[in-house]
């Protein structure tokens, strides 16, 4: 069983930073499954925003592209989302993904709404 857990998520105001988290259980490699964060905004389809893996972390959508970071923390098997000057259009379900043994697995999900 893996387990995908995410936290962090909330109501900011916009040019705000939020950390997102994702704690992960159960038999994936850590250090060398691919892991990644999607998002799906309402009326819209799920969407990759970051990804990371042994070799590389990649950012995939250009318009958060210098304002979110991806990273892992191999000692606490949790993987990160540093995200800065919200907008209202990262307004979204923020959703924590791994890849291990050619299975994907997702997590339930944290809701960040960004508005005055």
């Known amino acids: 069983q893996v387990q995908l857990v995410e936290s962090g998520g909330g109501l900011v105001q916009p040019g705000s930073s939020l950390t997102l988290s994702c704690l992960t259980a159960?038999?994936?490699?850590?250090?060398?499954?691919?892991m990644g964060w999607y998002r799906q905004a309402p009326g819209k389809q799920r969407e990759l925003v970051a990804q990371?893996?042994?070799?590389?972390?990649?950012i995939n959508l250009d318009s958060v592209k210098g304002r979110f970071t991806i990273s892992k923390d191999n000692t606490k098997r949790t993987m990160h989302l540093q995200m800065n000057d919200l907008r209202p259009e990262d307004t979204a379900i923020y959703y924590c993904?791994?890849?291990?043994?050619?299975?994907?697995?997702w997590g339930r999900g944290t809701q960040v709404t960004v508005s005055s």
């Open positions: 159960g038999n994936i490699f850590f250090e060398r499954d691919t």
């Open positions: 993904w791994a890849v291990s043994r050619f299975r994907e697995y």
């Open positions: 990371i893996d042994t070799s590389a972390t990649t």
